[in-house]
Nanobody, 125 residues
């Protein structure tokens, strides 16, 4: 059974930093792209960042230059380092695992078949 468990969310002031973690189990972590999505109250879920099987990162324009995605295959964990946080970064952050192996990660949720439970990030102004 595949499980994704996020952690690291919290309340931070604008300009601050947080690091999210997503621990994966139940599948060959290293061959699947992983992604982070977020959903703010009253808004649709949106793509934030993704990392391919070899470590290449992809970012939404809104977080480019502020967020950094990485993965540790030995720990089956993907990280999202979030710097210079803004109130508009507030939301529930979800990690997701690509249903296929060795594929370029996409920005739509349909590409991902397993999701974590989410972790709340709140950025105060």
């Amino acid at each position: 059974q595949v499980q994704l468990v996020e952690s690291g969310g919290g309340l931070v002031q604008a300009g601050g930093s947080l690091r999210l973690s997503c621990a994966a189990s139940g599948r060959s972590f290293s061959v699947h792209a992983m992604a982070w999505f977020r959903q703010a109250p009253g808004k649709e879920r949106e793509f934030v960042s993704a990392i391919n099987w070899s470590g290449g990162g992809y970012y939404a324009d809104s977080v480019k230059g502020r967020f950094l995605i990485s993965r540790d295959s030995a720990k089956s964990t993907v990280y999202l380092q979030m710097n210079s946080l803004k109130p508009e970064d507030t939301g529930v952050y979800y990690c997701a695992s690509d249903r296929d192996q060795y594929r370029r990660p996409g920005t739509t949720g349909s590409q991902y078949d397993y999701w974590g439970q989410g972790t709340q990030v709140t950025v105060s102004s």
